[in-house]
């Protein structure tokens, strides 16, 4: 990720650091909140995130489905 900020010239140095170091705490409680997120989303059972689920399955009595493939397209 890559940030541009546009910061006046008159801007005294010690509140540009301040400013910084604001952003830099807002961007760190972001990335907290994100990987609390993204832990709680894949600790759900989803069969597409945990393959090790097993689905249920059906027997339609055809053995090669790529057989006809032209003519279900």
């Given at each position: 990720m890559?940030?541009?900020i546009d910061v006046p010239d008159t801007l005294p140095q010690?509140?540009?650091?301040?400013?910084?170091k604001e952003l830099e705490q807002s961007l760190l409680m972001e990335a907290q909140f994100f990987a609390i997120f993204s832990k709680q989303?894949?600790?759900v059972d989803d069969p597409?995130?945990?393959p090790t689920i097993a689905l249920p399955?059906?027997?339609t009595g055809i053995e090669d489905f790529a057989t006809n493939h032209d003519h279900t397209l």
């Open positions: 890559q940030m541009t010690e509140r540009l650091k301040q400013r910084i989303q894949t600790a597409w995130t945990n399955t059906v027997d």
